[in-house]
């Protein structure tokens, strides 16, 4: 049985085509029901104890301390560099990538004059974010690196880390306090899940912790579901709800299947529910691929299950007339991560419209973007990327627009002010606070 069939793109049914563009969105209706509201409830007083107990029951330990102070981080910086010297250098080489890209990100106030009016808009930077980054199948101190430096670069005056302790230590991993430290981050708040989230948009001031503005990064179900709950209540701000992560290749005749076959695998290594999909011009690439996949993964230990079954669960290879058909396809899907391997990856690149991150050419794997190249990974999912960005340093702003007018530029104003304030019926007080100055 092969690891996937090959369908042609034309032969599907508008549902089933339907159905794979719109893939079914996160439920979260039970998780917020069941879970999250009465967890949201009972952390609105004794924040701190509260925190402790949710992690006693779902993270299986109590952490103590429950926070990782920056000398905390400092110290296991310091012994990981004996230890595990080259991780911890590979990790600030990137750091230098990062911190290149997003520092030319920094927006640049406006100031204009219109109708004798000086009008302009200002970018203020948040003063307090939460970061979450996942613990669970796999560790993220990569995600650090993501979140903490545009945020620092921002002018974020304090950024807090959360991530759920390992049960047998019941603490954070060495190396996520270690990459902690150098990407700037102020403190650790060793707990994950939703009680987490909950308790950064609430505050916990037995820790000296004040509520924050803006809570980010990827994280489970739960996770997403608490950041729907402190966004809709209008605790803090959100970057998305995050879903499960995802690419869409764009690929022709040209195309390396060895390359695709791996692109495609890690992708769904992430866990079972990851999706990879391949949209390809040509049957005998796609064949090969996945002939690739199937030889690769029968030499795969540690994530081989998890790989194999995303990909039997969500994955695809779809075969399309011309690059027309999967750009247009791709615009529709808006995915995570979108990768180009054809002949024509300039022109392909500039038809894109909708998505997170885009990876062109035959040398430009996600994982490079996950980890080394300068851009960011935490990205929108599930179609987000029609509307929504991955995080920058221009997450991490208030945008504010001011005025400062003119005599002249309010008289200027009067005459329309009046007509548009009486076709709204506003006319008594808006349009007389106008006329009220020159009296």
């Known amino acids: 049985m092969s690891l996937l069939p090959i369908l042609k793109l034309s032969d599907l049914p508008l549902q089933e085509k339907q159905n794979i563009v719109c893939r079914k969105s996160l439920d979260l209706t039970d998780i917020l ?38 000398q905390e981080m400092k110290d296991s910086y310091a012994s990981m560099l004996d230890t595990k010297y080259d991780a911890i250098k590979s990790f600030e080489e990137a750091k230098v990538n990062i911190t290149l890209f997003h520092e030319r990100q920094k927006p640049q106030n406006i100031e204009t004059t219109i109708s004798k009016n000086k009008l302009g808009m200002k970018f203020v930077p948040f003063d307090k974010v939460a970061l979450y980054v996942p613990g669970g199948k796999a560790l993220y101190p990569s995600t650090v690196l993501m979140g903490v430096i545009p945020a620092k670069i921002a002018g974020v005056r304090d950024i807090t880390i959360i991530s759920p302790p390992n049960p047998q230590t019941g603490k954070v991993p060495e190396i996520v306090k270690a990459i902690a430290h150098i990407s700037g981050a102020d403190r650790i708040v060793q707990a994950g899940g939703a009680q987490a989230v909950i308790a950064m948009a609430y505050g916990i001031p037995e820790e ?25 209540n209008n605790l803090c701000g959100i970057d998305s709800f995050a879903g499960p992560s995802e690419v869409l290749i764009i690929a022709d005749h040209t195309a390396n299947p060895w390359y695709l076959a791996h692109d495609l695998m890690a992708q769904a290594e992430h866990d079972e529910d990851a999706s990879a999909i391949l949209l390809c011009t040509s049957e005998k690439i796609a064949g090969e691929t996945v002939l690739f996949m199937e030889k690769a993964l029968s030499g795969r230990k540690e994530r081989e299950t998890i790989t194999r079954n995303s990909i039997q669960k969500n994955g695809k290879i779809l075969i399309v007339p011309s690059l027309d058909e ?11 991560h979108l990768e180009i391997q054809t002949e024509k990856d300039d022109f392909v690149l500039e038809q894109i419209t909708a998505a997170g991150s885009i990876f062109c050419g035959p040398y430009a794997p996600v994982a490079i973007g996950d980890y080394f190249s300068g851009t960011n990974h935490i990205l929108p999912t599930n179609r987000a990327a029609r509307f929504a960005s991955g995080v920058s340093v221009h997450s991490f702003f208030r945008r504010i627009t001011y005025q400062t007018v003119s005599r002249e530029g309010l008289d200027l104003s009067r005459i329309p002010i009046t007509h548009m304030s009486k076709e709204e019926g506003l006319f008594d007080e808006h349009g007389y606070s106008v006329l ?4």
């Not at 007083?45 to 920056?70: A, Q």
């Open 208 to 232: 000296n912790i004040a509520p924050v503005d803006y809570i980010f990064g990827p994280g489970n179900k739960y996770v997403a579901a608490a950041k729907n709950y402190v966004f809709s």
């Open 436 to 439: 009220a100055r020159f009296e």
């Open 33 to 70: 029901n069941d879970v999250v509201h009465p967890v949201g409830n009972d952390l609105k007083n004794d924040t701190r104890k509260k925190l402790l107990e949710y992690s006693g029951k779902w993270d299986r330990c109590r952490p103590d301390p429950l926070v990782v102070t920056k």
């Open 326 to 336: 999967a750009i247009e396809f791709s615009n529709e899907y808006a995915p995570e």
